[in-house]
């Protein structure tokens, strides 16, 4: 299957995917200013690069698209059938430097939270599990 776009349309399209700022990333921020966690944004100094990071707490937290990042819910096992091999090996590529990152990020002493864009639907689950994760050390 032929793309429907010519090189230069699909390019100006592939731009416009953003990697931070996006909309289930300021969804979870909110929720998390709201609960009382104070954060900094995409710190260039941890490994991964975590969409939100609460020092005091040391806890990094990743929003992850299902798709590029290869989830097991139904939106994040599709799979394009065109150019297949490509996006099979990049959305691996994708799963194994998430997995590096948050092996270093544990290994460094933080913990580790990876939120997905599809449990962003029961906002209430989410907010009980933010919750916890912000809640005192005992």
Known sequence: MTDVYTAEKRS?????????GTAPELIVRRLVWRLGGRYRL????LPGK????LVGRRLAIFVHGCFWHGHDCPRGARTPQANRDYW???IDRNRARDAVAQAALTNA????????????KDRAALESRAAAWLAPAE
């Open 50 to 53: 975590p969409d939100i990071v």
């Open 88 to 90: 099979v090996q990049k």
């Open 12 to 20: 100006a399209v592939m731009r416009r995917v953003k990697g931070r």
């Open 109 to 120: 002493g933080w913990r580790v939270e990876a939120v997905w864009e599809c449990e962003l």
């Open 42 to 45: 995409n710190r260039a100094d």
